[in-house]
């Protein structure tokens, strides 16, 4: 158990819609991390948040959106979704010693 | 982040050392290897970094040349839990920076 928390686990949507991931991270960990995973394709890197702020930002979709709150859970929008959106998506934390730890995912169909 | 390259698969015998090779000689002088694995279809896992110096921990043993232009990491009693994608990342330690998947090795533990 990473101490990572995700919800839901697993999503089943129409596309068109919209949908939101959550992510509890590690207690202490400021940074939080969102990655996706498509059945072809490696670990994408989407975007980062630091104490609320946004860090880092990748290949993350303008359809796709995300924010850090106050209690510094995070969550991830995903709007107008198409086929291709169906993917696990993977939430990280990391504290001040540097390693990453991840949730367990949540896994979105979009049909 | 320097780039890493890791041989696609291999297969190794439970109960034996399983040796994985990473080539990153483009590495910079701080930047740190990272190890990490992801079992099928569940988050990455932290294994092991290092700089410079050979680290061990309860799961693996890291092994970096001298030069840092290649690591090798060892799985010094393969179980067939130890099937996954193991994935050399190589970036500057910070607490705030993200990590860059390849493509990993994906590794199969044969009973």
């Known amino acids: 158990d990473s101490g990572v928390t995700q919800t839901p686990k697993h999503l089943i949507t129409a596309t068109g819609q919209r949908v939101t991931l959550r992510c509890s991270p590690r207690?202490?960990?400021?940074?939080v991390y969102w990655y996706q995973q498509s059945l072809d394709q490696g670990l994408q890197f989407l975007i980062q948040?630091?104490?609320?702020?946004?860090?880092a930002k990748g290949n993350i979709l303008e359809r796709f959106s995300a924010q850090q709150f106050p209690d510094l859970h995070s969550e991830l929008n995903l709007s107008s979704l198409e086929l291709g959106d169906s993917a696990l998506y993977f939430c990280?934390?990391?504290?001040?010693?540097?390693?990453?730890?991840f949730g367990e995912g949540s896994r979105l169909t979009v049909l | 982040d320097a780039k890493t390259t890791q041989p696609t698969s291999m297969d190794c015998a439970e109960g034996r050392a399983a040796n994985l090779p990473c080539n990153h000689s483009?590495?910079?002088?701080?930047?740190?290897v990272y190890w990490y694995r992801q079992i099928h279809s569940q988050g990455p896992q932290y294994i092991i970094h290092g700089l410079k110096n050979n680290e061990t921990n309860e799961m693996a043993s890291l092994i970096i040349t001298e030069d840092r232009k290649s690591s090798t990491l060892i799985l010094p009693h393969a179980t067939l839990r130890d099937t996954a994608v193991y994935y050399c990342i190589v970036r500057v330690w910070a607490a705030g920076n993200k990590l860059t998947f390849g493509g990993g090795t994906r590794v199969l533990v044969k009973p």
């Open positions: 207690s202490g960990d400021l940074s």
């Open positions: 948040y630091y104490n609320g702020e946004e860090r």
């Open positions: 483009t590495i910079s002088g701080n930047e740190y």
């Open positions: 990280a934390s990391s504290s001040g010693t540097g390693e990453l730890f």
